[in-house]
């Protein structure tokens, strides 16, 4: 493998650029770094939820948290309780990224943010890195590390790590699909009839739970730093913003509404968040067997979360897009959501009243 294909920050975007001289400042106090120290700023691509730097102040370097200019999403983009869930994960779970120091005064950059260790590594995103090709064989080790990935995650021990009291597992479906219900409602832009048949369905077919265990909620092949000598070795989990105790199978939902195939829509293929559909690849199918067979979990009603993870992504979408509907970001990125919108709630709708995949 190549260090060529680790994923490396760029300049920040437009209208997304912090404040460095307020950030200098503030990092060479809290840090101990000399008053000389250089500071430099560069922003991770991709994400359309909180925003990601790559800071360097002199020799060190860490990565940053923040959320987006202009949210107006209320009780996301919790820098605190990231920073939080972070504090008590990684001394017990060598996957979750190491927190350093945490910001709660909105006159530095304009919110609360915080930073943590970098951890170097290949990030697989819709497209490869130049010069990276993934051989059916590779493929294959990389979909079971992926499998193997999320069972080692849902077998955190919470009470081990101070956890404990994180979320509130009790009655978390029936609370996800009507808050998702509620939070489209709140951004809804275009008429889209869907929606409310997936919405109403969803709430008529609630399953009975598994055991509650950490869930990470945004489980897909760019918030995984993979080794560059290994592709089948996760080295890090990235973006713990909306982890919490929850329905395991939820979080696998959302990892299948993610997994695209080479027979899906344009539009759902579009909106890929990773190699998921290359030759040597599991199916969603093959996939939900595969975290079945490793996890013991029983799968009778992985449709519904199956519909439930495209349901939850196509609000996210929404809320996105409102943001550009609204004025509050020029991103061109966001102008397309209102497309991964209608095709997320499309595909979850064939799939009302389905028994498999």
């Not at 943010?113 to 493929?139: C, S």
Request: net charge negative.
């Amino acid at each position: 493998m190549s260090d060529a294909w680790i994923d490396r920050p760029r300049p920040e975007r437009e209208g997304e650029a912090l404040d460095r001289e307020r950030l200098g400042a503030y990092l060479r106090e809290a840090l101990g770094a000399p008053a000389d120290a250089p500071l430099s700023v560069e922003q991770f691509p991709g994400g359309h939820s909180n925003l990601t730097y790559l800071v360097g102040l002199g020799e060190r370097e860490l990565v940053l948290r923040r959320p987006p200019f202009g949210t107006q999403v209320k009780r996301a983009h919790d820098m605190g309780r990231e920073h939080h869930i972070l504090s008590h994960l990684a001394p017990h779970f060598e996957l979750a990224p190491a927190p350093i120091l945490r910001c709660d005064d909105p006159s530095i950059l304009g919110a609360p943010f915080f930073a943590m260790e970098r951890i170097p590594g290949v990030i697989l995103r819709r497209r490869l890195p130049p010069g990276l090709t993934i051989d059916e064989a590779a493929a294959g080790r990389l979909c079971a590390a992926f499998v193997d990935t999320l069972v080692r995650l849902h077998a955190v021990d919470l009470a081990a790590c101070g956890l404990a009291d994180l979320g509130k597992p009790e009655g978390y479906v029936e609370r996800q699909v009507s808050g998702w219900a509620k939070r489209y409602a709140d951004a809804k832009t275009d008429e889209i009839p869907a929606v409310e048949r997936v919405a109403t369905w969803l709430l008529g077919h609630l399953p009975k739970s598994p055991p509650p265990t950490l869930i990470h909620n945004d489980f897909k092949y760019d918030n995984l730093v993979l080794d560059p000598d290994d592709l089948g070795r996760v080295r890090g989990i990235l973006d713990w913003e909306m982890a919490t105790q929850g329905d395991p199978l939820m979080d696998l939902g959302t990892t299948l509404c993610y997994w695209t195939e080479a027979g899906d829509p344009p539009e759902l293929q579009g909106f890929s968040f990773g190699p998921t559909a290359i030759p040597g690849s599991l199916t969603r199918r093959e996939l939900a067997a595969a975290y079945a067979e490793r996890s013991g979990r029983d799968l009778g009603d992985v449709v519904f979360y199956y519909c439930f993870g495209l349901f939850k992504t196509a609000v996210v979408a929404q809320q996105i897009y409102v943001r550009f509907a609204r004025g509050h970001t020029r991103d061109p990125r966001f102008a397309a959501m209102i497309i991964a919108v209608r095709g997320l709630i499309e595909q979850a709708d064939r799939y009302l009243g389905e028994r498999e995949l």
